[in-house]
């Protein structure tokens, strides 16, 4: 568990990590910064930039160059300005020009930053300088007016981390550039720049010690007809599907097909592999021996089957694997209190150490109930004892008894024809493994979607995507676990059915009747005679407690004769404690020796048996 913590806590530090990112030191300088812009005769803005960076630590691996590729049209607040941004390309003298792109989107994804992440994470800067060369083209930068076309340009941007010690910025425009401002100051300033300036009609612009939350916006006036597509990209804001990453058509196929899943699922779990049934027979009826009958598939719920006085004349195993399609420790304990009940052995509980006592082998005449005998007792000598605990490490032979009673079980009731599906075997205690991994995914998932959205603004992009493909994921998962289950329950024949319903008849009688409407002879031990079904049922302590008012009564002896010790109604031993001795009594033993470390002990190193980590003291480690 701690280990599985751990694992998670990673987890959701990493996501906080990548979440929030790295920023400069507070003494990173740009020494110099040159901007190239030439706008093209088809309105397309080619841009190169060389950015000589300062760093004050050395444990920097690169640098960020953040540019707005979105943002509210300040002439038109119902619409969005796009700056579609293309070709980047980096290169660098000195330092790796690796780099990647993220989007990073706020204010319902209305502004929207692209992030050029230069350097790699495997290496740092090994001096305090480098240079870097960065191209690339935007379309929707330039405005259109009817005597000119405009290049308005927050050209360096307020967002750097860094002091710019030297900003120097050329425009080359088609037929040479007209007229030319330029300001600086943090937003909504009106100071001019150093310099601008028209040289052979390119313009030149520069300007010295941009602070943080500062920079420097060009303004380059261009011939009106030189340039086409001058206009801005406008778009609408993004709904709400655009904003996670969504689509109409994709939801339609994501909603139906998870409705299809669940409606699908609902269906074939009350109607799918139905049992069958003799058509005009009550339920429970078998039809006169030598007829067949007609069969139809089984529409009668369990609260629609008459009460039954008597059980079944089948084994109590049997029987169980009949009800609940499933025959584990329950059986074998009720098969041991059978067993007992009739003869073959007698449980000794006289020194609190339960323990099974050989009276008389021959009583036990099915096949598995020779060999649960034989598992206890494998020599079958009348007098032998066997303790009702878990046995020794290494110790496997009741485990193997309890598998082979259990396939015993499961051959007879084949060989009746009960089932033209056979229930999925089980082994005992085994846990819904895939079921708990799928349950602890999506639990995970959401975690980090929560820790996520604590950090950002907002959800990912991804996160629509995923939940539209998440939803029909998860019903069309659940319905292949409800197939899968149902197949895994088998399918009663008519005849199986039959039966079925006697055992479950039976239920509903020693599940409701109270002392005083049970009926028996003069004589009669109900008790023992019914407990191995009332351990099927899962209602052994509560039939119990009916018995122990007849006993109070005087209607029933004080101890059955199979038992031996305390007064059995009021030692607090109980049938519901004798099934769980018996689940431990045949569960698999712990191995002797599981763990790869903590080896302390006294064992020699030289033994055959040693093995790395099965020395003393041990611990652990890591790097970070």
């Known amino acids: 568990m701690r280990r599985a913590l751990a694992v998670l806590a990673c987890t959701l530090l990493s996501v906080v990590a990548f979440a929030a990112p790295a920023s400069a030191e507070p003494g990173d300088r740009v020494t110099r910064f040159e901007i190239d812009y030439t706008v093209t005769a088809d309105g397309v803005l080619h841009v190169k930039e060389s950015i000589d960076y300062d760093f004050s630590g050395i444990d920097r691996h690169g640098i960020y160059r953040d540019l707005v590729i979105r943002e509210p049209y300040v002439t038109d607040r119902s619409k969005d300005q796009q700056y579609d941004v293309s070709n980047i390309q980096v290169s660098s003298p000195n330092a790796s020009a690796e780099f990647s792109t993220s989007t990073t989107k706020t204010n319902s994804d209305r502004n929207q930053v692209l992030r050029i992440k230069i350097g790699s994470s495997g290496k740092t800067i090994r001096r305090m300088e480098a240079t870097y060369q960065l191209s690339y083209e935007v379309r929707g930068a330039l405005r259109h007016f009817a005597d000119h076309s405009e290049l308005y340009w927050d050209a360096t941007g307020s967002g750097w981390d860094a002091v710019l010690n030297q900003v ?45 939350g500062e920079q420097v916006t060009i303004v380059a006036a261009i011939p009106a007809g030189a340039v086409t597509n001058d206009a801005p990209i406008l778009v609408d804001p993004p709904g709400f599907l655009d904003r996670n990453g969504l689509s109409v058509p994709g939801l339609i196929v994501s909603a139906l097909i998870t409705v299809a899943a669940f409606v699908t699922r609902k269906l074939y779990a009350a109607r799918g592999g139905r049992d069958l049934r003799y058509a005009g027979l009550p339920p429970g009826t078998l039809p006169p021996a030598g007829e067949t009958g007609r069969t139809v598939k089984n529409t009668i719920t369990d609260d629609q089957i008459p009460v039954a006085f008597s059980p079944p004349r089948v084994p109590v195993a049997e029987g169980g694997l009949l009800l609940d399609a499933k025959s584990d420790s329950t059986e074998i304990a009720a098969t041991l209190i059978d067993l007992a009940v009739r003869g073959a052995l007698r449980i000794d509980n006289s020194d609190k150490k339960r323990k099974a006592v050989l009276v008389d082998p021959d009583l036990a005449t099915t096949p598995h109930e020779q060999r649960l005998l034989k598992g206890l007792f494998p020599s079958l000598k009348v007098g032998k004892e066997a303790r009702l605990e878990q046995r020794d490490p290494g110790d496997s032979s009741l485990a193997m008894a309890a598998n082979g009673t259990v396939d ?16 999925a075997p089980s082994k005992l205690g085994d846990p819904h493994v895939g079921i708990w991994l799928v349950t602890g995914f999506f639990a ?17 992009s991804w996160t629509g995507p995923l939940v539209a493909i998440g ?34 008849g039976f239920r509903t009688y020693l599940t409701t009747a109270e002392a005083d409407q049970l009926k028996f002879e003069e004589g009669e031990d109900i008790f023992s005679k019914y407990l191995p079904w009332a351990i099927i049922f899962g209602i052994a302590d509560h039939w119990q407690q009916v018995c122990k008012q007849l006993v109070a009564a005087g209607r029933l002896t004080p101890d059955p004769g199979w038992y031996v010790g305390p007064s059995y109604y009021d030692s607090g031993w109980s049938p519901n404690l004798m099934t769980g001795a018996v689940a431990s009594t045949f569960s698999e033993p712990a191995s002797p020796s599981t763990s790869s470390g903590d080896g302390g002990g006294s064992s020699s190193g030289f033994s055959s048996d040693s093995s790395s980590g099965g020395g003393g003291g041990g611990g652990g480690g890591g790097s970070w």
């Not at 995970?444 to 950090?455: D, E, P």
């Open 168 to 212: 120097d910025v050329g425009v080359t425009v088609p037929r040479g550039v007209q007229q030319v401002r330029c300001l600086t100051g943090p937003a909504g300033s009106t100071q001019q720049c150093e310099t601008a300036r028209i040289v052979g009609g390119k313009a030149l612009y520069s300007e010295t010690g941009v602070g943080r």
């Open 471 to 504: 939803l029909p994921a998860i019903a069309l998962l659940s319905l292949g676990i409800t197939l899968l289950r149902k197949r895994r329950q088998g399918r009663r024949t008519a005849a199986g059915r039959a039966v079925t319903d006697q055992v479950i």
């Open 444 to 460: 995970v998932f959401g975690i980090i979607i929560l820790i996520i959205t604590l950090v950002r603004d907002g959800l990912p």
């Open 408 to 423: 015993a079980i499961r051959k007879q009731v084949s060989e009746r024809g009960w089932y033209t599906r056979m229930p």
